[in-house]
T-cell receptor
Framework: NAGVTQTPKFQVLKTGQSMTLQCAQD?????MYWYRQDPGMGLRLIYY???????DKGEVPNGYNVSRLNKREFSLRLESAAPSQTSVYFC???????????FGPGTRLLVL | QQQVKQSPQSLIVQKGGISIINCAYE??????FPWYQQFPGKGPALLIA?????SEKKEGRFTISFNKSAKQFSLHIMDSQPGDSATYFC????????????FGEGTQLTVNP
């Protein structure tokens, strides 16, 4: 039982490049989330998926797209990376409303 | 627009002391208030959570105090230990928005031996 896994752990991009961050959970959770963490700003919600087949914007969605591939997997795509997207990205999942959110280990992204 | 404000930004406590972190929220529709603990290089993990129908919840050395009228809640860590050194985040959510959490800015706690 691995919980929430994220790949890659670390990535360096040049401005304008694209990439996809992968997230998978093996807890049969319904809802999945993507956050970014920046110093002094806490965690901010980028996109979330309340259930398989649905996605919604969070607090800071600009520059990102998501895909809920199936119940297990939720990916985050940067189409044209910008230095402002340098951050640590966390994926999380939860079984149902207002239950514990379980976080992955994070992806550290540097955009030059 | 920061709906959950957390203070202090950093806190240094001696071993055995009490650590206190405070949060204030704006949205009266919030009805679930968890605290998350994050160690360096790791994802956050749930520490303790409270709902507004109670004023206090205790789990071991960790206590949440909740003041609904003041729209404030706080985390108290009794007998703080060096192993408690981490970043702590308060958060809030409302049932009508699913499990969307709004996080505070975080507090970096250092417990000196």
């Amino acid at each position: 039982n691995a919980g929430v896994t994220q790949t890659p752990k670390f990535q360096v991009l040049k401005t304008g490049q694209s990439m996809t961050l992968q997230c998978a959970q093996d807890m049969n959770h319904n809802s999945m989330y993507w956050y970014r963490q920046d110093p002094g700003m806490g965690l901010r919600l980028i996109y979330y998926s309340a259930s398989e087949g649905t996605t919604d914007k969070g607090e800071v969605p600009n520059g990102y797209n998501v895909s809920r591939l199936n119940k297990r997997e939720f990916s985050l795509r940067l189409e044209s990376a910008a230095p402002s997207q340098t951050s640590v990205y966390f994926c999380a999942s939860t079984r149902t409303v207002q239950e514990t959110q379980y976080f992955g280990p994070g992806t550290r992204l540097l955009v030059l | 627009q920061q709906q959950v404000k957390q203070s202090p930004q950093s806190l240094i406590v001696q071993k055995g002391g009490i650590s206190i972190i405070n949060c204030a929220y704006e949205n009266t529709a919030f009805d679930y208030f968890p605290w998350y603990q994050q160690f360096p290089g790791k994802g956050p993990a749930l520490l303790i959570a409270i709902r507004p129908d109670v004023s206090e919840k205790k789990e071991g050395r960790f206590t949440i105090s909740f003041n609904k009228s003041a729209k404030q809640f706080s985390l108290h860590i009794m007998d703080s230990q060096p192993g408690d050194s981490a970043t702590y985040f308060c958060a809030a959510s409302k049932k009508t928005s699913g499990s969307r959490l709004t996080f505070g800015e975080g507090t970096q706690l250092t417990v000196n031996p």
